[in-house]
């Protein structure tokens, strides 16, 4: 239904833009940068960048949106994407669809529900869908980066070797998951395959610019930028769905009240949104609240709801 | 934006809730009536009734939708909505609006949270919001019919005194949790006129043409039946994310992927659900699946959504 | 097979308690005292008391062993001694014996365990223990109180109702408690009689040394101070199991570890420990460490096993 | 205190075994062998062994009690006595010594605690043991094996190479954990490093015979096979205690109710006890009870305390 809005529905996307990144302004730098990957830990923390990408294919953005910058997180959406593409509605089988609850959870949930995660946007579930996507492509970091490639029109983003080292060197605890669930049988590849595949996949670095393109197909009902059905609408739909009520850690119920959209976030500090027939949002600034999301990420997004007037409430 | 809908918008809404009570018919009474409470046990479990109010007044409906059925934890929403329409936001000081996780963690997760329960819609979540309105009202149970009274316009709608006296006799578990969050100064008012209260607006009878005239205020952007504003559109919106995210129990994540819209469901049978900008939905069906949810209520919905291609993802 | 000690075991007991007394000076008035039951916090954190009963009737002091305080969880001990004087072995079915791990599992283990307490030292199952005695006896504090008064031979030893009343009115956790005991079947009384009756056995007033003649019955294999056996040798060693793996709430592997003694402790400061065979130990001091047991009272009972060198390792 | 025992204190030892051996002739192949590790799986369920070494030199035995079995977790009590003859206190930094609660706790538990282990007989605390005495002998399974060797007077004594492989090739959960270590930095060497080790340490195979002859010293107030001190007094009391709290996984506030003497039981189906002062029990029986302990020993330690009188309590 929100496929026929008028062009007067238009605000000024720019102006909009530019006036969200001034607001911001006393925000930068406020939070911390993500130090337990060290090679992020040296990001400047004032970083702020801000791009729309149109469903009928205006581009809009501000402040830092061509910078690249580390989508970790952010590529559990294309993962997860990927493998519906493949595999229809299978990985639901190895994994739930339900907010995590507290984050203390995630491993004596993973004991009570006999290794099945509870949904694939925390890491053990992201672990999952990356297993299940490298028995089904034998690369599931290339595919990610072939899609990304592919969508947002920029054949030259690549993953960040070193990013990806360092989370290797410093990756205990997504092995100690990537272990659990083996014990489970929740695994079909060795665990040191499916983590490399996943430190490979979280080191992508991509632009504002970059991402709002490549998500586009979720603002879409699942058409890519090459006008192909990659998704079905319905797939797509719950993708998002998947989105507001797992997408950003232990803040979904929060995210959803202040932003009201579709959302997933990384610890880079880049956040998408999406407003369904119309909207692909990135935000990026790599200090973080409390919660492990861009304080001044979460501040944009709330502002350009305010100034578009735009939600799916 | 979903308010500049056309008339060609307009499915035939008449022969789609005839098709879903067609198609519901082999699911009647499938799954268990909730047996906790007697009184509710007692009801026949193949009733089924379906309602739709839109926002521009017309309403639809079939099966049992004039039948009354205890409406239960359906009426979390209404005494949150009060709360908020005197309080603005002070509430959410003693509440969160985080999903719950997993149910076992009720009462652990109080302890961790030092007495804020995860969101409204669980039981200890919904004691906070009761007794904020008992203080703020002097009566919580009578201002939540009173407002039901008034949106439904049926003016003899009214709590059923053997239910509310049969949750008070098995009440251990809500009086528990009272204690609890009491212990944690978490309740204005005695515990025993938080759970008289409580019971009480549980108990309330309605059909699903009430509920649905009832909640179409949060299908209109907060207005209320009289036309004058209930909930600003942004307190309208944001009870909405609530519900997405934390309205069915433990299967809020379940129900966005497959219906894809905000609802809240009681263990009457009964489950509301918003088309945002469109209307208000309610269906019944009394024997309940795993989670607590109409087993025949959510498969209308998912049939509902699927006729009309309403969603907001 | 402790019971064949030669008199030249028998250590100087008078200059050792003084040495302990002298030696627990500093720690005076260190830690804090209970604060959550007012009445409670009324007491001098500097008091210290400690008493020895010998098995063979010696009865040795030192400090402020003569004045009363408030035993609270002590009266555990008698109550469940009391229960299996009259039952045997059949309250092992409705609570059972082993540690309870980390405090706040208290009320997520008894969901995973369908309303069986972990063990009958922590709240929960103190409450199912009283309860049964309630219905063995029809005054459950009364029949604690008359058991204390006949072992250590003092008569007017009696229940404080001022502490009674204000656990009472700050009850809410042992309420809660109670009530979920109650939700899974666990109580054969009213919730409110198994609390008045909680409350006031846990308020009963006793000196250390009428503390340790009452307690001298687990270091003689069940006989009371009457000489008949109150406890068959078996129930009087288990009694002293579970007080060993049960009996100092979250730090029982610590104080196995230091003491090597079986030893329950209250929130009033006072310890009681047995070397069974040979002694029954009080100690007081009203100040508490981080884990709820006495502070100056866990170093003397240090101090007495190595000046000793009584064990049970 | 408990040295100095009468000669007309000795019971027929020989008697009670053989008795026992006979009593235990039902329980035979009842419970289930542990099945997780393959190569465990192939021993016939019905063996079943016993054997008492004195502290004044002689041993009796009934049954299978010179058959080699795998000795498992039987390990952790020699790791830890190992680590603390070298290290005395200081293992206590880097692992607790209380009882663990419910099973499903361990990572929870290691989450709340910051990567401390509740004791050393948890896997996740023998896994820290056994990393720091790597650090302070560079082999931690050949130290292990020399202390055994050494004080069972049985050179050929050694590890199972076929049951150490089937562990590491099925030991996803203790790598799952000793990542979780590793990330809390509370491992000092290469996880691959520990597990080896650990594995190996698990896979000894010694008869009941070696078992009660090494055990000795805890008997024996710390003094060696050779007569020289290889714990202080002190410290074979502490190994003791910890055995008492947290030697028989779940089970140890039963197995303290039930046997009443500090013991350590292994998935292979032996389980060591100690009457401090007097002898070290084994027992072997590979077929399980449901908390992971051996039916039929559990049943003999029992028959061997009602026989014997002997317990600290």
């Not at 595919?143 to 060197?169: C, Q, T």
């Not at 979280?202 to 059905?229: I, N, Q, W, Y």
Request: hydrophobic content about 40%.
């Amino acid at each position: 239904m929100q496929d026929t809005h008028d062009a007067q529905d238009m605000p000024d996307m720019q102006g909009i833009l530019q006036e969200i990144a001034d607001r911001i302004e006393p925000l930068r730098g406020q939070g911390s940068v993500a130090a337990y990957i060290p090679s992020l830990g040296g990001v400047s923390p004032d970083r702020f960048g801000i791009c729309v990408a149109m469903a009928d294919g205006g581009v809009y953005g501000a402040g830092d949106w061509r910078v690249p910058f580390s989508i970790q997180s952010i590529s559990k959406v294309f993962s997860l994407a990927l493998v519906m593409s493949y595999d229809y509605d299978s990985i639901w089988r190895r994994v739930f669809r339900e907010p995590s609850g507290t984050p203390f959870n995630s491993m004596i949930q993973l004991e009570a529900d006999q290794g099945i995660p509870r949904n694939p946007f925390i890491n053990a579930g992201a672990l999952v869908v990356t297993d299940r996507l490298l028995t089904l492509t034998g690369d599931a970091a290339a595919s990610v980066r072939g899609l990304l490639r592919l969508e947002s029109g920029n054949p030259s983003l690549d993953i960040d070797p070193v990013v990806a080292a360092s989370e290797a060197d410093h990756g205990h605890r997504n092995a100690s998951m990537a272990h659990l669930l083996a014990s489970y049988g929740n695994l079909e590849n060795p665990v040191e395959e499916v983590l490399a595949n996943y430190f490979n996949q979280c080191a992508l670095e991509m632009s504002c610019e970059d991402l709002a393109k490549s998500a586009l197909f979720l603002a879409r009902h699942g058409v890519s930028a090459g006008g192909t059905p990659f998704l079905s609408p319905n797939q797509s739909k719950r993708v998002n769905a998947v989105m507001l009520t797992c997408g950003t850690y232990d803040a979904a119920g929060e995210f959803a009240y202040r932003v009201g959209l579709p959302g997933k976030s990384g610890v880079g500090g880049g956040i998408v949104a999406i407003v369904p027939g119309r909207c692909a949002i990135t935000v990026w600034g790599p200090a973080l609240g409390p919660n492990g999301n861009s304080l001044a990420g979460i501040a944009a997004l709330d502002h350009f709801t305010a100034l578009t007037g735009w939600s799916i409430f």
